[in-house]
Nanobody, 126 residues
């Protein structure tokens, strides 16, 4: 699976961005798709996930209520809407896929994912 993430950029605190992840698959139905991020000097963090078959979603506590993940199966694309951005959201954001269906904390574990995009940089600064 090839993944292309886009949509990163510079935003002010309190601002918004929308990230996109386009997947080169016949259908998202058979995958769990997640967003991860890594800030300089920090470990990679699972941000959010969505299951392609039923739309189940999960979020890290740090972004719950501010970020929204969605999918558009017809375009094999997953989106991550970032609202109420904070400086601590600054990071390189990656999307990744895992065959099958995961939930809870499992869908935010990077070790389960076997295809990764190159990442898109989000910088939150005034």
């Amino acid at each position: 699976v090839q993944l292309q993430a886009s949509g990163g950029g510079l935003a002010q605190p309190g601002g918004s961005l929308r990230l996109s992840c386009a997947a080169s698959v016949a259908s998202l139905d058979h995958y769990t798709i997640s967003w991860f991020r890594q800030a300089p000097g920090k470990e990679r963090e699972g941000v959010s996930c969505i299951r392609g078959n039923d739309g189940y979603t999960n979020y890290a506590d740090s972004v719950k209520g501010r970020f929204t993940i969605s999918r558009e199966n017809a375009k094999n694309t997953v989106y991550l809407q970032l609202n109420s951005l904070k400086s601590e959201d600054t990071a390189l954001y990656y999307c990744a896929t895992a065959p099958g269906y995961y939930s809870g904390s499992y869908c935010l574990l990077g070790t389960l994912f076997d295809s990764w995009g190159k990442g898109t940089l989000v910088t939150v600064s005034s």
